[in-house]
């Protein structure tokens, strides 16, 4: 048995050199999921990508030919695919430079740190001068440019988190907006070794801590928590955090000690807590109306935070949507007015539930990485401003205080992500796909965004190639040996950048003459040596034996208690240095969409507002169960939760019945944008009004229609809009749409097959 790592949990297993024959959880993970499953059974699917392929269109009348989407891909040798691709790459940087070339490349693509994909191409564009990038992710891009501003950067925030065995010893009330979720914990980018979740959650209630979920689902916290569930409508939060700031103000809980001491512009917040700006005092009633809670339960709650050792934390979902900035900042606010921010189990948190990451005490230090190299161009955009850039080169937009350019892009190069899993709008992003001149996509599947290049080359399955690998914050540095030998003719992101960078003339620069094993090495042994004091095995021995534990220095580490000790000595990384509840610096941006202080901004698609009127449920587009984002959902346990082969779409009771709907039916989940078929179940976990339907179904689009998806993407369904102009984050969280039965006839799938091929034709003089 080889011990191997996912970013889903480790796991064991032998193989007869092709496949995998048996594999059962790390013996180490008391809480193994059910992922692990996905892998062996993808692993050789139809769908993996068995060579080199280019777009007919693209083969036959050069870059720029009109259909990607839509035509036939031609299969060609790795000789032919490499030597167009370096042609072309050549072409576009010679004539239009690097800041013609998009290598955001998002996406998680696998764990184990020296083929991580985006690293990899990263550090080959750079290699020939550069690319426009992206900043800040899909998961927090409020958060990114948020707390910054109003808290100290993301890393303080995630990283020197309170550790959950401080929640377990000390907390009496845990308050989880977004809840703590069972199925997102078990998720760490580059791996998870000791999945615990329930655990922690299990030994808090036993000593006798309580939990209050605030979420549209009864599942976004595990049954171990014995939680109080309630369901304010989506994306009401923060007018729910201002009634229980409201409380605090109104009746002197607020620890004005704390406030004084530690934050700035309480009082100015305060005038609007108590209607002196706006005529309108934020007290329960007034959220009551807005959140669909009583109010009576919001003026209790407020006070048992108030006489509790409480934690107060926000999941990542909340800041996923439209003026996302106002329920974090809002957290933020309300942990301050209690006044327990760097004590023992009391404060604030970001996302315990939304990886298995946060509430793990730092690490002394992060495992090697691959160097990415210079990157020469300076453009860049928020990554969810994807298809805005490609629709409007030239055009001016803000963001975070600055004005910025959209740059002309003439060749997409994509390796490790899926943009046609995690953008919002997919017919919009279509169309957006359809400008550039070439997209260079690898992949180890046939991916939506695959289908949507020009040049698609397939990629080895971590289980196929030699690496190693630690989640962030995790404590154990797994070895990730091969276990088989490459399916087909795939080759791993390095050997392939070696062989383009050799055609391009910078095969020294990119490969600084070593193979992917002299890499792991020196990596390895440069980092040894940069931690000598700690110990750690040679290469050999550990490539002999599995993993390391890495030094953790303060296992029970307590959020911002330094902070709280001495203010003017370790001050916050925010302008003033201290929690800014009125922020001088976005005031002065002058953003309607994200004014000085945290402030209710009704959404415009939520179910207390007109758009409701034409489409009355509030879909839910949140992270799947049974798969990482679009990662193997082709794989036995994904696909065993499909009703009828489509995504499952969950209703609450009272809301199927009244469109005559059953368990098990399919249906048309339809949106503004786009429509798609999902399968039915009837599910009193949901909150009314709520349609869930996980991101992560193969985007399957009928080829007259592509807002049309047959599988049940629901990106099609979503807004591609920022979150505001502050941070310009992504929005897929939230969007209204309607539900009816589907009638007709049901159209097959075609994503799990792959694209329809041709034969080889004669190889073009390029
Ligand atoms: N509506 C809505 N949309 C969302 C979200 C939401 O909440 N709602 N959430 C968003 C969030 S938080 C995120 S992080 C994104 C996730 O979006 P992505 O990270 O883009 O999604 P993945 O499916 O993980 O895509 C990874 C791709 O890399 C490929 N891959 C794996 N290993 C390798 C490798 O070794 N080499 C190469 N070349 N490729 C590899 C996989 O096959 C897959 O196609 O989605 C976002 N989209
Ligand atoms: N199994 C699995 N785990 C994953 C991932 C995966 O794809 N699969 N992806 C990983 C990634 S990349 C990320 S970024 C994290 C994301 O972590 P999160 O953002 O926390 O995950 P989500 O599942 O999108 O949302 C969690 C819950 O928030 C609730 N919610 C949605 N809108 C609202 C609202 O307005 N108010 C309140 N109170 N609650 C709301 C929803 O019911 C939803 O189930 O998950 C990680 N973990
Ligand atoms: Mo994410």
């Known amino acids: 048995m080889t011990t191997h790592l996912t970013h889903w949990g480790a796991f064991e297993a032998d193989s007869d050199g092709d496949r995998l024959t048996a594999v059962r959880p790390w013996r180490d993970d008391p809480e193994p999921t059910r992922l692990i499953e996905n892998v062996a059974s993808a692993q050789h699917h139809p769908t993996r990508i068995d060579q080199p392929y280019v777009r007919k269109g693209w083969l036959t009348h050069g870059p720029g030919a009109p259909g990607r989407g839509t035509e036939p891909f031609v299969p060609v040798s790795w000789e032919t695919a490499l030597d167009l691709l370096a042609g072309e790459l050549g072409r576009v940087y010679r004539e239009h430079g690097a800041e013609a070339v998009y290598g955001g490349s998002y996406g998680w693509a696998s764990a184990g740190r020296f083929h991580h994909a985006q690293s990899q191409v990263h550090r080959f564009l750079n290699c020939l001068g550069g690319f426009v990038r992206h900043v800040n992710s899909y998961s927090l891009g409020v958060s990114e440019v948020l707390l910054p501003h109003v808290f100290g950067h993301l890393g303080f925030v995630l990283q020197e988190a309170m550790s959950k065995t401080m929640l377990v010893r000390h907390t009496e009330l845990v308050v989880a907006f977004g809840g703590i979720s069972p199925k997102n914990s078990v998720v760490s980018p580059g791996g998870v070794s000791r999945h615990n979740t329930r655990g922690w959650i299990g030994d808090a209630r036993a000593r006798g801590c309580r939990f209050v979920s605030i979420s549209p689902l009864r599942d976004d916290t595990p049954a171990e928590a014995k939680a109080e569930w309630l369901a304010p409508l989506p994306g009401s939060d923060t007018a729910l955090m201002l009634a229980l700031a409201q409380v605090l103000d109104a009746e002197g809980l607020a620890d004005k000690g704390f406030l004084d001491r530690y934050t700035v512009g309480y009082e100015r917040f305060a005038g609007y807590l108590r209607g002196e700006t706006d005529g309108i005092v934020k007290s329960p009633e007034w959220a009551a109306a807005l959140t669909g809670l009583p109010a009576e339960r919001i003026r209790s709650l407020a006070r048992e935070m108030a006489g509790a050792r409480t934690f107060v934390t926000v999941g990542w979902s909340l800041q996923r949507a439209q003026y996302g900035e106002q329920p974090l900042w809002m957290g933020v606010v309300l942990a301050a007015m209690l006044g327990q921010i760097g004590l023992p189990g009391g404060g604030f948190g970001h996302g315990y539930g939304s990886s298995a990451t946060v509430g793990e005490p730092a690490r002394e230090f992060s495992p090697p990485r691959f160097p990415q190299g210079h990157n020469g161009v300076d453009a860049f955009i928020p990554v969810a401003r994807i298809a805005d850039m490609l629709l409007n080169p030239g055009r001016p937009f803000d963001y975070n205080g600055q004005r910025l350019v959209y740059p002309d892009i003439r060749l997409v190069y994509w390796a490790g992500g899926n943009p046609f899993h995690h953008h919002q709008d997919l017919a919009r992003l279509r169309a957006a796909f359809s400008r550039p001149e070439t997209v260079v ?12 290049a020009d040049i698609v080359l397939p990629s080895t399955m971590t289980i196929e190639r030699d690496d190693y690998g630690a989640g962030e914050n995790d404590r154990v540095l797994f070895r990730m040996k091969a276990i088989t030998q490459p399916h087909a003719a795939a080759r791993d992101d390095y050997a392939i950048f070696g062989e383009l960078a050799e055609r391009l003339g910078i095969g020294k620069e990119f490969t600084e003459g070593r193979t992917a094993m002299e890499w792991l090495r020196h990596l390895y042994e440069d980092w040894r040596q940069r931690h000598s004091g700690h110990d750690l095995p040679d290469f050999d021995t550990f490539w002999a034996g599995e993993q390391i534990e890495l030094p953790v220095p303060d296992p029970d580490q307590v959020f911002a208690a330094r902070f709280r000790a001495d203010p003017d000595r370790y001050p916050l990384g925010t302008p003033s240095g201290k929690i800014e509840i009125f922020s001088e610096t976005i005031d002065g941006f002058g953003y309607a969409d994200c004014p000085g202080h945290p402030t209710w901004l009704e959404p415009e698609e939520w179910l207390g507002g007109p758009a409701a009127a034409e489409f009355p449920l509030q879909l839910v587009a949140n992270q799947p169960r049974s798969k990482l984002h679009s990662q193997l959902d082709v794989g036995a346990f994904s696909q065993s939760t499909k009703v009828r082969g489509r ?25 503004k944008r786009g429509s798609c078929l999902a399968g039915l179940i009837v599910d009193d976990a949901v909150r009314p ?16 229609n592509p807002a049309f998806c047959r599988h049940g993407n629901p ?15 992504c929005t897929g969280q939230l969007s209204l749409v309607e539900i009816e039965r589907y009638v007709g006839t049901l159209p097959p799938l075609t994503v799990d097959k792959p694209p329809v091929t041709e034969p080889e034709v004669p190889q073009q003089v390029s």
């Open 715 to 729: 990106n099609v369904l979503t807004p591609d809009r920022p979150s505001s102009t502050l941070s310009q984050g």
């Open 647 to 671: 995504e499952p779409v969950r209703l609450h009771p009272r809301d199927a019945a009244a469109r005559d709907l059953h368990d098990g039916d399919l249906v048309r989940i339809h949106s």
């Open 441 to 452: 996509v690898h992949d180890p599947f046939w991916s939506s965004t695959a289908r949507h």
């Open 689 to 704: 009004g709520v349609a869930q339907l996980s991101t992560g179904a193969w985007y399957d689009p009928d080829p007259a």
